[in-house]
């Protein structure tokens, strides 16, 4: 089993910057793929990046166009997201999530931290 804790979610001014933390428990986070996806009210969930086990060649969706990095820390069991120049359209609820095997299966989901932007 594998718990994932999202956290560094909040209120920002549209422009801002939020780091975005996804804490892993167990002892085989080096073992699974990770993502981040965000959820807005009435819309379907979307996918904004991912990270290898090894955290080579990160891949992220064409509409983020560089304002999102992804990132890894196997030692620390973390991986992370950080956002750039955030828009009001990117209030949603972000989750990470972890694939084991299976490329596009994602097996483990936390439970979401809200992200929030004022105009």
Excluded: H
């Amino acid at each position: 089993q594998v718990q994932l804790v999202e956290s560094g979610g909040g209120l920002v001014q549209a422009g801002g910057s939020l780091r975005l933390s996804c804490a892993a428990s167990g002892r085989t986070f080096s073992n699974y793929a990770m993502g981040w996806f965000r959820q807005a009210p009435g819309k379907e969930r979307e996918f904004l990046a991912a990270i290898g086990r090894s955290g080579v060649n990160p891949s992220y969706a064409d509409s983020m166009k560089g304002r999102f990095t992804i990132s890894r820390d196997n030692a620390k069991n973390t991986v992370t997201l950080q956002m750039n120049n955030l828009k009001p359209e990117d209030m949603a609820v972000y989750y990470c999530a972890a694939s084991y095997l299976v490329r596009g299966t994602w097996d483990y989901w936390g439970q979401g931290t809200q992200v929030t932007v004022s105009s």
